[in-house]
C-alpha cells in the first residue's frame, strides 16, 4: 500500500513535469507573435508534478503501519 | 557502550521561554520589518518611479536594480545548507550533525525572502504569478529559475526540515507547554518503532540524494537568466553558470558560520556547537572562497584581454569608473577573508571569532559581486549606441531589503522558540515537570 502509493506518485509527478514541460513550449509556431504555451495553465502542471514528487517522499514516510 | 540519558526539565534548548534579549531582538526586527513594509507600500501606492530603477539605455538607468542583486544573493545563500545537511547525512559527518538544522532552516528562510524580493520587483506582482502559471515558456531561463527554485528547491526543503525534525518532536511532545499541539502535529505520530526509523533513514536519503543535483541545475540555471542574453555585453558567456554555482557556496558558507555562531552564542551551549564544526565549515569556506576568488580573477582577465570596445567600456566601469569603489572593495573583502582562512588553515589554530570576521567578509565580498554582475551591463554596456547610464539605489530600495533581512531574522529566530535548532541526541530525553 506505502510502497504503491508512493510509486504512483513519483511517477505521476515525473509525468506531470515532463507534460507541462512539453505543453508549455509554442510548439508548430515560430512567430513570436504566437508564444502562448499549446496548454494555457501547463506550467502549473509541472509545479504540481514537482509537488508530487516531494510529496511522495512524505506519504512515505507518514502513512502509519498496517498494524497501527 | 552504555549511553546514560541525559535528562533536561522541561523544553530543551531555550524553546519556549521568551528572554529579554529576545524580545529586544524580535522589537527591533519588527521595527526594520515595518520601516521595510512601509517603503514598498511607498513604492507600490506611487509606482516604481520612486525607486532609482529606470529603462536601460532609453533613460540611462537598470531595470534590474538592488531587488534582483538580493534575489541572487538570496538564493545564492540557500545553496551551502541544504548541501551541508544532505553531505552530513549522506556521508555520515557525525561533526556535522548539530548544525544541519540550522543549515536546513538558513536555506529554507533565505529561499523565502529571495522568492518574496522577486515578487518586490515586479510592478504587478499577482499578475506576475498569475501569468507566469499560465505562460512561462520552457525556453527561458527564468522558467528553469521559477520552476526549480519556487518548486522544487523550495518544497524538498521543507519536506527535508519537516521530516527531519519529527523524532525531536515526538520527543518533546509529550511535554506539556503551549506548544504542545503544534509538536504533536509535527511529530505526526512518531513513534521511533525499528520500522519507523529505518523508512526515515531511507527517505532522508533519497532526499539528499536528490537535493544537491536539483540545487545544482536551479542555480546554475539562475546563472544561465544572465549567460544566455547575447546583447549584453558582461552577461553573456558560459562561465556564468558555475561562477553563479561557486560564489553561492562560498556565500552560503559564510552565513551559516554567522549563523551558527549567533545560535551558539544565543544557547550559550559550547559543547553541543564544538570548534570541531567550525573547522569544517571553514575548510569548505577556504575553498568555496578560493574558487569564487578564481572565477573572479579569469573574468577579468578575459575583459581585458583584447576584448570588442563594450566589453572594454565595462572594465573600465569596474576598474576605474563609477563601479571601481565596488569591486576594490568586494575584491579586497574576498583577499581578506580568504587571507584569515588561510592563516588559520596553516596554523590548525582555528578561532570561531577569526571565521565569523572572514565570514563576513567573503559574504559582503559576494553580495558586492552580484551587484557588479547585475548592475554594470545594464547602465554601461549595451550594444546599442545610448549614451551611459548610471543607478544606485535610494531609500526605498533600500528600506525595502532591509526589511527583506528583518524577514528572514525574524523567520529563523521565531523557528528558534517554538523547535529546538540543534537535533537532540539520541540519549536526550525531556521530563514533564516544565
Known sequence: MRRNITVGLVVVGFALMVLGFLAAAPWGSSSVADSNPVIVGAPMLFLLGVVSVVAAAVVYELLPDKHQ | ?434
Open chain 2, 1 to 434: 557502550m552504555a549511553v546514560e540519558a541525559r535528562v533536561q526539565p522541561g523544553l530543551p534548548q531555550g524553546v519556549g521561554r521568551l528572554t529579554a534579549g529576545w524580545k529586544a531582538f524580535i522589537v527591533v526586527a519588527l521595527a526594520v520589518l515595518a520601516f521595510g513594509l512601509f517603503a514598498y507600500w511607498y513604492e507600490a501606492s506611487n509606482g516604481m518611479v520612486v525607486t532609482s530603477m529606470r529603462n536601460t539605455g532609453t533613460m540611462g538607468g537598470a531595470t534590474w536594480g538592488l531587488y534582483i542583486v538580493m534575489v541572487e544573493y538570496f538564493i545564492g545563500v540557500s545553496l551551502a545548507g541544504i548541501v551541508i545537511a544532505a553531505i552530513s547525512r549522506v556521508f555520515r559527518i557525525a561533526e556535522l550533525r548539530p548544525i544541519t538544522r540550522i543549515a536546513e532552516l538558513l536555506t529554507v528562510a533565505s529561499l523565502m525572502v529571495g522568492l518574496v524580493a522577486v515578487l518586490i520587483d515586479l510592478g504587478h506582482p499577482i499578475r506576475g504569478v498569475i501569468n507566469m502559471l499560465l505562460y512561462a515558456r520552457p525556453q527561458s531561463a527564468f522558467f528553469g529559475t521559477f520552476t526549480l527554485v519556487a518548486g522544487g528547491v523550495l518544497l524538498t526543503s521543507l519536506a527535508y526540515l519537516y521530516l527531519g525534525g519529527r523524532r525531536d518532536a515526538a520527543k518533546i511532545a509529550d511535554t506539556p507547554s503551549r506548544l504542545q499541539w503544534f509538536h504533536r502535529l509535527w511529530a505526526a505520530g512518531y513513534t521511533g518503532t525499528a520500522d519507523e526509523q529505518e523508512r526515515h533513514q531511507r527517505v532522508m536519503f533519497w532526499l539528499s540524494v536528490g537535493i544537491v543535483p536539483l540545487i545544482v541545475i536551479a542555480l546554475s540555471t539562475e546563472g544561465l537568466v544572465f549567460g544566455v542574453q547575447v546583447g549584453r555585453p558582461g552577461w553573456f558567456g558560459s562561465l556564468q553558470g558555475p561562477d553563479f554555482l561557486v560564489l553561492a557556496a562560498a556565500s552560503g558558507l559564510a552565513n551559516l558560520l554567522v549563523l551558527t555562531a549567533i545560535v551558539r552564542r544565543a544557547l550559550g551551549d559550547w559543547n553541543r556547537i564544538g570548534v570541531g564544526v567550525f573547522k569544517w565549515l571553514g575548510r569548505f569556506l577556504l575553498a568555496a572562497a578560493a574558487a569564487a576568488l578564481y572565477f573572479m580573477v579569469v573574468e577579468l582577465f578575459t575583459l581585458l584581454y583584447a576584448t570588442p570596445a563594450d566589453e572594454r567600456q565595462l572594465a573600465d566601469a569596474l576598474l576605474r569608473g563609477s563601479y571601481a569603489w565596488i569591486f576594490w572593495l568586494s575584491l579586497a573583502l574576498m583577499v581578506l577573508g580568504l587571507g584569515l582562512l588561510i592563516w588559520q588553515a596553516a596554523t590548525a589554530k582555528w578561532r570561531v571569532g577569526m571565521l565569523v570576521v572572514a565570514s563576513v567578509a567573503i559574504s559582503t565580498a559576494a553580495l558586492a559581486e552580484r551587484y557588479l554582475t547585475v548592475i554594470p551591463s545594464q547602465t554601461h554596456a549595451t550594444l546599442l549606441p545610448y549614451e551611459t547610464g548610471s543607478y544606485f539605489p535610494n531609500w526605498v530600495e533600500f528600506g525595502v531589503v532591509a526589511g527583506l533581512f528583518a524577514l528572514g531574522a525574524l523567520l529563523i529566530g521565531l523557528f528558534m522558540k517554538v523547535f529546538p535548532i540543534i537535533p537532540m541526541r539520541d540519549e536526550e530525553e525531556v521530563t514533564t515537570n516544565a
